[in-house]
């Protein structure tokens, strides 16, 4: 082995388990209020179509595990060891319609993964065009949304959101914001369906 070489092999191997050494830290979405589903679809659906909520379309650069935030105007930062538990879209679906259900208590949301029940349905289609946090101590929720008839796929109402709130520095802080934007943004589309 040649021995110039060895302060450098050394320095790398202490750099890597440096980098060995730093904990992930696993982020999640969670919805504002945990919706109380009483009723039975049988009962809900008689007084109007229930509603289920599609996945949520998020933009390329917004669709990793990784934790993205912004950094200056066409710049982005991606945590190395910042992570979502689950794809962000995913996760975005889950919490907006368990807090669609919070805010239509009297409406049936069908949750992802819920069957379908027989008769007609209300369609929500959401797609971001921005969701992260910036460096400024913002976040910020860019969004096209429509609800549609699942039949006819005609639309029965539509809107474009552009939501924000401030936020800590710390990555969990920041999730917990774009948590509660997720729920301002049900509460938007809520007060179109009743």
């Known amino acids: 082995m040649n021995l110039k070489m060895l302060p450098l092999l050394l320095g790398a191997a202490c750099g890597l388990s440096a980098c060995a050494s730093v904990p992930t830290q696993y ?11 009483e009723g039975s679809f049988g009962t809900l659906q008689r007084k109007s179509p229930p509603l289920l909520v ?17 950094q200056s105007r066409n710049r982005l930062q991606i945590a190395d060891h910042v992570r979502w538990i689950a794809p962000l879209g995913e996760m975005a679906q889950r919490v907006l319609a368990q807090d669609m259900a919070t805010v239509l208590p009297h409406k049936t949301v069908l949750m ?17 065009q921005r969701f992260m946090p910036t460096d400024s101590g913002r976040v910020e929720l860019n969004a096209d949304w429509f609800v549609l008839n699942a039949s006819t796929q005609h639309i029965l109402a539509q809107g474009r959101s552009s939501l924000q709130t401030a936020s800590g520095q710390h990555p969990r802080d920041q999730a917990a914001a774009m948590s509660q934007l997720l729920a301002d943004l049900a509460q938007t589309v809520a007060a179109h369906l009743r």
């Open 27 to 37: 982020l999640t979405l969670t919805p504002e209020t945990p919706a109380a589903r």
């Open 54 to 70: 599609a996945h949520v379309q998020m933009p390329a650069d917004l669709d990793r595990l990784y934790f993205t935030r912004e």
């Open 112 to 128: 992802p993964g819920d069957p379908i029940p027989p008769g007609p349905y209300l369609l929500l289609r959401v797609v971001v």
